[in-house]
Each structure stands twice: as C-alpha cells, then as structure tokens.
Antibody, heavy 132, light 105 residues
Framework: EVQLVQSGAEVKKPGESLKISCKGS????????IGWVRQMPGKGLEWMGI????????RYSPSFQGQVTISADKSISTAYLQWSSLKASDTAMYYC?????????????????????????WGKGTTVTVSS | EIVLTQSPATLSLSPGERATLSCRAS??????LAWYQQKPGQAPRLLIY???NRATGIPARFSGSGSGTDFTLTISSLEPEDFAVYYC???????FGGGTKVEIK
C-alpha cells in the first residue's frame, strides 16, 4: 500500500525551530516529487513547495521562499519541512503529498519531457501550534 | 502569477441533485488542472487531474471538463458523502483556488 506517514502534532513557542517529517512507503520514493501544503485554521489550501528526493531539486512558492526549508533523505524515504524561527502565524495543519511525474514528447524535437503538479497520495497531516 | 477563482463559494443542494462547480484561471493553464475533495478533519483527496481524468477509485458521477482558463467539476447526482469542500489546482507554484463548499440544502 502506498502511504505517506507524517510526524505527530507539535506545540512550540514563537522563535523556536521545528522540523516535521513525511515518510513514504509502498513505492519508489526517489521517482516522485513530494510536496508540502499548508492549511491554516478554517482556511483553504496553500502550495508551499516541492522536492524531488532523487536529486533534491527543490522549488518553493514565492510566498514561502525563505520562510521554510524543504529537504529529503532518500536513504530513509523521508521528506522534511523545517522552520528556523516559528511565528504564531505558522499555526496550521501541514500536509505532505506525492506528485507523479508524467511524461510527454515535444512534437517538434521528439524530446521526452515531463510535468508534475497534481498530488495523488496525501499524508494525514501534522498540526503545528505556535503559541507563547 | 496565475490566480484560480472558484465559484460559487458555497453551493446548497439536496442529495440526488446535480452539482456544477467552476474554476477560472487568470491566464491559460492548458489542461493542467486538478480537482480535490476535502471533508472536515481529513486530508484532501485527488478527484480529477489533467482537467478530465478521474483518479483511481473515483466514482463515475464525478467528471471534469474545460481547458485554457475555464474549467468545471460536475457531480451528476449528489450522494450524502459528497458534501464537502472542493478545490481546483493548477500547475504553477501559486497552486490552489479558494474552494467551493457543497452543503446540504
């Protein structure tokens, strides 16, 4: 069974650091992107960034660039989301999700290209509460 | 920056009725558009990808259409378990629309 298992709920104080995890199983961890999505209480989904564990290629939403760090350890099939200094506004549910790579061929050059954006398998989420 | 606008914000319908949800992009996203369902206390679930392809295990009453800037998610006959929030998502880093809540009338 394909699964993403996320680490447990966290309660932190402003200014503290935090690293939450997402462990993949049941599939080739290095062949899919992993994404992180934030959901603040009562609000919608926000795309934070993605990482390709195969080579650690990482992309961030402009809204989250510099605010968080996404990393992965392919030897243990685990992706991470970390903060160096939490703020109360980081209080939210954080989901990790798998992004399949889809191939297509450039009709002009015949080159094999690929795209990835939708998230087909999700973790259950990690609640992060930041409060003094 | 591509912005996705979902409408309506809330849709009040009865079981058995047809639901039509809209997602409009501020510029073309080709067919790179996905739909998700989220129920309270649960992670989102992928319903539709590439505008019209149903994800694995998704019932046939869910269908997606559109390309370019205008997309539609249709639920042909609402089941009790379909009352939830629905999000669209496009390919770039700006990600998701604001959501449509489908509630019981």
């Amino acid at each position: 069974e394909v699964q993403l298992v996320q680490s447990g709920a966290e309660v932190k104080k402003p200014g503290e650091s935090l690293k939450i995890s997402c462990k993949g199983s049941g599939y080739s961890f290095t062949s899919y992107w992993i994404g992180w999505v934030r959901q603040m209480p009562g609000k919608g989904l926000e795309w934070m960034g993605i990482i390709y564990p195969g080579d650690s290629d990482t992309r961030y939403s402009p809204s989250f660039q510099g605010q968080v760090t996404i990393s992965a350890d392919k030897s243990i099939s685990t992706a991470y989301l970390q903060w160096s200094s939490l703020k109360a506004s980081d209080t939210a549910m954080y989901y990790c999700a798998r992004l399949p790579k889809n191939t297509y061929y450039d009709i002009l050059t015949g080159d094999q290209l690929y795209y990835y954006y939708y998230m087909d398998v999700w973790g259950k989420g990690t609640t992060v509460t930041v409060s003094s | 920056e591509i912005v996705l606008t979902q409408s309506p914000a809330t849709l009040s319908l009865s079981p058995g009725e047809r639901a039509t949800l809209s997602c409009r992009a501020s510029q073309s996203v080709s067919s790179y558009l996905a739909w998700y369902q989220q129920k309270p206390g649960q992670a989102p679930r992928l319903l539709i990808y590439d505008a019209s392809n149903r994800a694995t295990g998704i019932p046939a009453r869910f269908s997606g259409s559109g390309s370019g800037t205008d997309f539609t998610l249709t639920i042909s006959s609402l089941e009790p378990e379909d009352f939830a929030v629905y999000y669209c998502q496009q390919r770039s880093t700006e990600g998701f629309g604001g959501g449509t809540k489908v509630e019981i009338k």
